[in-house]
């Protein structure tokens, strides 16, 4: 069983990454979405509203991929929590050539450590290549509409958070 992971901070989930998902879905057998506790990046949601919106996202694109997904916090090194879940490939999305330069060191950096995982990158459809969690945020926080960012429930989410 061919067995991938996803990783990010997924504060909030967006269509970006659900599209990264769907796609990765058809790579793997089972994709596992790593959910990374960075507190450095003082995330809007806690880990537990992030986990529970990828867990109505992934349900839902399990069934229609027919891929097994499940949902996995990690806080230790990405490569640590690859062979924690017995990923044999790490996904990573890319929305531009900025992205690039970052993702490029840090398969360096995951290959020195364990070359027996591979990295495989998706670029994000046209349609969802702007779209950034960060830049979604802003957007909701200054009272802006998100509906073309996120699914309903996470629009909720966002101006529950934001009033």
Do not use: W
Not at 9 to 14: G, K, S
């Amino acid at each position: 069983m061919r067995v991938g992971l996803y990783p990010g901070t997924f504060d909030p989930i967006t269509f970006g990454h659900i599209d990264i998902i769907r796609r990765a879905a058809l790579l793997v057998d089972r994709l596992v979405i790593g959910v990374a506790i960075n507190r450095d990046k003082g995330p809007l949601f806690t880990l537990e509203e992030r986990v529970a919106m990828i867990e109505a996202e992934a349900g839902r694109l399990a069934a229609e991929t027919g891929t097994a997904m499940a949902v996995h916090p990690f806080e230790n090194l990405l490569i640590d929590c690859a062979r924690d879940v017995g990923a044999a490939v790490i996904v990573r999305g890319l929305r531009a050539v900025a992205d690039f330069e970052y993702e490029f060191q840090m398969v360096g950096m995951n290959r020195a450590l364990d070359d027996s995982i591979e990295t495989v990158f998706l670029m994000a459809e046209a349609p969802h290549q702007a779209i950034a969690s960060r830049l979604v945020k802003e957007i909701a926080r200054l009272g802006g509409e998100v509906g073309k960012f996120v699914t309903p429930p996470v629009r909720a989410a966002l101006k529950a958070k934001f009033g």
